[in-house]
Every structure is written in C-alpha cells, then in structure tokens.
C-alpha cells in the first residue's frame, strides 16, 4: 500500500514537471517571438552596425579602388584619382603623351591658386590654365538658331555656355582636384561654391556682336577661372558645372528686377527658396548657404520673387547641414543691426564668428 502511494505520488510529481516544462518552453518561445517582432529587427541593425565587413573603398567620384574613373585619364589608386593614361585612355581629341593626356590647345600655360573656406580655415588648389583653350572658347558663337516657331529661353543659353563639350575637358580636372581633396559630398560641394565665389567679382571688357548689335560680352565657365574674374551669372555657370559634374541637382534663380542671378542647388523643400526643392546660393562673393537678405551694392536687398530655371537633376543635400542654422542666426542678428536695435556682447561674438568661419564679403554685387 504504502508502494503504490509513493509511487502515486511519484506519477503526480512526472507529469507536474512535465506540464511545468512545458509551460516553461512555451513561455520562452513566446518571448523569442516577442523579441523579433518588438525589438528584433533593433538587435539585427545593431549586430549589422558591429560587424567587420569592411566598407567598400572608393575615391572621391565613386570609382572604386584599382579601377578607372568615369572621367579619363583617371585611375582610383589609394583613395586618389591620378592619371594613368595605360590602363585607363585618354578624352577623345586628346593624345598620349608618356602618361599624360595633351591636346593642340593646351597652349600658354598659366597657373591660378583658387581659394577656399572650409568652416573657418583657409585653404588653396593650384590649377593650370591654358591661353589656347582660353582663345578657342572666345570664337565660339553665343547665339542660338530657332526654329520657326520657337521661343528662346534665358536657359538655353545657360545649358549652352555649361554643356560645351571641349570645355568639359578642360574643367573635368578642377573637378578632379575637389574630388581628391576628401570623399564627403558635401564638403566637395561647399568647396566647389566656396572657390566660385572667392573669384572676384568683374565685368570683362570684350564685346560680342548679335546681327547688327555690339553688346557686352559674355564668359563661358573656363574664362572665368582664366580671367580670375566674373559676374553673376557667369561664376553661377561655372558653380553649376562644378556642382553638377560632382553629383548635385542645379537650377539658377534669376530676378528680373535687378537683373541679377543665383545659383540654386538641391535640397530639403523646408530649406529651399520659395518651395523649389533648390537652396540660394549667391555666387558674386562669399556668403551662407539659403542666406537670401544680404544687401547689394546699387541694388539693396533682393524683395521680389525670382524666376526658377533647372538645370540638372542629382543627388540632394542633407536635412541637417550647419550651414541652415548658421543662415538663420546671420540674418536674425543683421536685421537686428540694420533696424538699429543693440546686440549684446554674445551675438556680436557670434556675428564675427560667422564671419570668420565663412570669410563673408564685406560687400555683394548684382548683375
């Protein structure tokens, strides 16, 4: 009796720990589930993060390592794009020379520092330019035959001065040497507007002839950086070439009233001038990106709506570049100053900041 009593008791305490057992499997199971469906896709991103799968190394343009860029004669070596003419050719109407791409044009040589702002400190590219091509892009004709019909369009003379095929070659390399200074997209895009709009501001004084009209003549991009010298709309050409050739989405501004242009470039719609998706850019001198309300010389403050021209379309800037703050506290405390409102000591620190950070002009031009 007392056997089958204990081994009563022994079942009841088997199947406790069975069901127990089971309770317990099903309860982890659930937790398991619980986890991937709540916070399992976090651990997944996490162990990602962590892992030791090497990025892949690619130079300033994208090319990757040991390849050839998009751009001839350029090669991907160590994260920087040198010529390498064996592997990689020559542009069409240029000729081996050793290692290097010549052409007929590459004439009087002349060698220009371009200088650049990069969050305070001052930097330069040397870049060699040539008479030659300089010579070739003045004979080319500015004009644009229409068919029947047809309107011109300010952009269409825009595309042409940016478009022209031989020019390309010959700026590729400024580009070239903004891609070799570091892979961050951004800082290649604040480098490029940074070099256009430390070029001084100038009219040439060559004239053109349209039918039975002289008028002022107009640059082409690489004349700007031969002369060392441009307006308005020509460093906005050359800026969106640079940005264009970089990767960016451009457009131009164009404010008939003044008959002054800006360079627009693809960013957040919240950031963008008048909705457009494409952030201001003054190109005439140094200023912040978005910042709109400086003051011109002859001409004040730009008040009324400009006309939006694209260009090309590319890749955006970010949400959360400095740049937007930085505009939003320069305008704040200029407008405070021009209503001749006092500013303390801490935003007048702030204001020198600003422009030492940006080396902003003293003064802006239009036209």
Same mark, same amino acid.
């Given at each position: 009796? +007392?056997?089958? %009593?204990?081994?009563? !008791? @022994? $079942? *009841?305490?088997?199947?406790?720990? /069975?069901?127990?057992?089971?309770? #317990?499997?099903?309860?982890?199971?659930?937790?398991?589930?619980?986890?991937?469906?709540?916070?399992?896709? +976090?651990?997944? %991103?996490?162990?990602? !993060? @962590? $892992? *030791?799968?090497?990025?892949?190394? /690619?130079?300033?343009?994208?090319? #990757?390592?040991?390849?050839?860029?998009?751009?001839?004669?350029?090669?991907?070596?160590?994260?920087?794009?040198?010529?390498?003419?064996?592997?990689?050719?020559?542009?069409?109407?240029?000729?081996?020379?050793?290692?290097?791409?010549?052409?007929?044009?590459?004439?009087?040589?002349?060698?220009?520092?371009?200088?650049?702002?990069?969050?305070?400190?001052?930097?330069?590219?040397?870049?060699?330019?040539?008479?030659?091509?300089?010579?070739?892009?003045?004979?080319?004709?500015?004009?644009?035959?229409?068919?029947?019909?047809?309107?011109?369009?300010?952009?269409?003379?825009?595309?042409?001065?940016?478009?022209?095929?031989?020019?390309?070659?010959?700026?590729?390399?400024?580009?070239?040497?903004?891609?070799?200074?570091?892979?961050?997209?951004?800082?290649?895009?604040?480098?490029?507007?940074?070099?256009?709009?430390?070029?001084?501001?100038?009219?040439?004084?060559?004239?053109?002839?349209?039918?039975?009209?002289?008028?002022?003549?107009?640059?082409?991009?690489?004349?700007?950086?031969?002369?060392?010298?441009?307006?308005?709309?020509?460093?906005?050409?050359?800026?969106?070439?640079?940005?264009?050739?970089?990767?960016?989405?451009?457009?131009?501004?164009?404010?008939?009233?003044?008959?002054?242009?800006?360079?627009?470039?693809?960013?957040?719609?919240?950031?963008?001038?008048?909705?457009?998706?494409?952030?201001?850019?003054?190109?005439?001198?140094?200023?912040?990106?978005?910042?709109?309300?400086?003051?011109?010389?002859?001409?004040?403050?730009?008040?009324?709506?400009?006309?939006?021209?694209?260009?090309?379309?590319?890749?955006?800037?970010?949400?959360?570049?400095?740049?937007?703050?930085?505009?939003?506290?320069?305008?704040?405390?200029?407008?405070?100053?021009?209503?001749?409102?006092?500013?303390?000591?801490?935003?007048?620190?702030?204001?020198?900041?600003?422009?030492?950070?940006?080396?902003?002009?003293?003064?802006?031009?239009?036209?």
């Amino acid at each position: 009796m +007392g056997d089958t %009593k204990t081994n009563l !008791k @022994n $079942s *009841n305490d088997y199947y406790k720990f /069975i069901i127990e057992r089971k309770y #317990l499997i099903f309860t982890l199971f659930v937790l398991v589930l619980f986890i991937l469906f709540t916070g399992g896709f +976090g651990l997944v %991103k996490i162990i990602d !993060k @962590n $892992s *030791n799968t090497p990025e892949e190394k /690619i130079c300033g343009d994208g090319a #990757l390592y040991s390849n050839c860029s998009l751009t001839k004669p350029y090669f991907c070596s160590e994260g920087k794009l040198i010529e390498l003419v064996s592997a990689c050719g020559c542009p069409e109407d240029f000729i081996k020379d050793d290692n290097s791409c010549i052409s007929s044009y590459q004439t009087e040589p002349k060698e220009i520092s371009l200088r650049y702002i990069l969050r305070g400190e001052d930097y330069y590219i040397p870049f060699v330019v040539y008479g030659g091509f300089a010579n070739y892009i003045f004979r080319v004709p500015r004009s644009i035959r229409y068919s029947s019909g047809e309107n011109s369009s300010r952009v269409d003379f825009k595309l042409k001065a940016i478009n022209e095929e031989e020019q390309r070659k010959f700026l590729m390399p400024l580009v070239i040497k903004i891609q070799n200074t570091t892979n961050n997209k951004e800082d290649q895009a604040r480098i490029a507007i940074s070099i256009v709009q430390n070029i001084p501001f100038g009219a040439s004084n060559k004239t053109s002839t349209f039918g039975n009209y002289e008028v002022n003549y107009s640059r082409y991009p690489y004349e700007v950086l031969y002369d060392m010298q441009g307006i308005c709309g020509e460093k906005t050409d050359l800026l969106a070439f640079l940005l264009r050739e970089i990767g960016y989405g451009t457009a131009f501004f164009y404010y008939p009233s003044y008959n002054h242009e800006a360079l627009g470039i693809k960013c957040p719609v919240k950031e963008s001038l008048m909705e457009s998706e494409y952030c201001f850019v003054e190109t005439t001198g140094p200023s912040i990106l978005t910042d709109n309300m400086m003051s011109y010389v002859g001409m004040g403050k730009l008040y009324s709506n400009p006309e939006f021209y694209f260009i090309a379309d590319g890749i955006s800037l970010e949400d959360d570049i400095y740049e937007y703050s930085d505009a939003d506290k320069l305008i704040r405390i200029r407008e405070r100053i021009e209503e001749g409102r006092r500013i303390n000591i801490f935003k007048h620190k702030e204001y020198e900041k600003l422009f030492e950070k940006y080396g902003l002009a003293e003064e802006y031009y239009g036209g």
